[in-house]
């Protein structure tokens, strides 16, 4: 599979844009499962640049839970509150279901770790 999506990657890259973020999220959202986080943030990244470029948001709100858990991986919790809050608002554009679980999953991972930081910085004081 990931031979594929580079593949069609590549054969799309340069030439159409518009169906490189869809391309991009899909390949972010792969190698996200399959626990390769630092190349699916580089991938994602790109994915919402597209999203810029293009003033589309396809899949946004997967890429930007997935983008929000990626950040809690190294314990960037305003980065993931940021992705998190961008998931919510394009959620209400897209209505997918899948997208909605990805969401509720890191919006209860960023709570967790927020509670676990309050609670550090509570015994610290």
Sequence with gaps: ADEAFVTSI???RGKVHKCLDILYADYGKF??????S???NA???MTLEEYH???????RPAVEAICGLIALESDQC????IHLVNAQIYIKADQRSKEEALIQQLATELSVREQKSGRK????A
């Excluded at 190698?31 to 390769?36: A, I, K, V």
């Excluded at 470029?53 to 899949?59: A, C, D, E, P, V």
């Excluded at 305003?78 to 509150?81: D, F, I, N, P, T």
């Excluded at 910085?121 to 610290?124: G, Y």
């Design 10 to 12: 590549e054969l799309v």
């Design 31 to 36: 190698l996200w499962q399959n626990g390769r």
């Design 38 to 40: 630092r190349e699916a």
């Design 43 to 45: 991938i994602l990244t």
């Design 53 to 59: 470029l293009l003033g589309t948001h396809w899949k």
């Design 78 to 81: 305003k980065q993931a509150r």
């Design 121 to 124: 910085a509570k015994a610290l």
